[in-house]
């Protein structure tokens, strides 16, 4: 809110009342919670799921033994930030070099509050499967599978078709 409504709401008696100088779509971006008709509206943060993370100077191997079965590993800093990221190929890599050396540089990000019809559209139309997803700072959400989203969006339609069904009868 702004610093005036912040003292508003402080002279009508509120007492814990803050600033958040970000503003709004930060605080949505970070996937904080908000209210009004926006609010239930299915979004890529709610759909991301933790995935496995490593370090610049990893060893490709390492990242490998994260990655697991899963077949991805986020590259982020200390402090959670996405640098990169590892998948198919890259992780077939000699065991020995280190992460920096083959990762994907600056991977493709959505922030937890993108609309999600219109990031699955792209999705499909780009041909891929997954997504890293990060708040506004860049620290790392987790990685959003379009499947996910694509099952999400057809049980949406699916109960707005059931609910349009019943008003009419």
């Known amino acids: 809110m702004s610093p005036r409504a912040a003292c508003r709401l402080e002279s009508l008696g509120f007492i814990a009342v803050y600033d958040y100088a970000a503003g709004k779509t930060d605080w949505t971006g970070s996937g ?5 008709t926006q609010a239930d509206m299915p979004r ?3 759909l991301a799921r933790e995935t496995p993370t490593c370090r610049l100077t990893d060893t490709v191997a390492t990242a490998r033994e994260r990655a697991g079965d899963g077949g991805a590993c986020i590259v982020t800093s200390d402090n959670g930030i996405v640098l990169g ?4 190929k890259t992780l077939e890599h000699d065991g020995a070099l280190s992460v920096a050396d083959v990762m994907e540089a600056g991977p493709t990000t959505v922030r937890y509050d993108e609309f999600l019809p219109d990031l699955v559209d792209r999705m499909q139309k780009a041909g ?4 890293v997803v990060t708040k506004p700072s860049g620290e ?3 990685l959003m599978q379009r499947s996910d989203a694509e099952e999400l969006l057809a049980e949406v339609h699916r109960e707005h078709h059931d609910h349009d069904d019943h008003d009419a009868g």
């Open 32 to 36: 904080l919670p908000t209210g009004g």
């Open 85 to 88: 990221r590892l998948r198919g």
């Open 128 to 131: 891929v499967g997954s997504i």
């Open 44 to 46: 890529p943060g709610r």
């Open 140 to 142: 790392l959400v987790g």
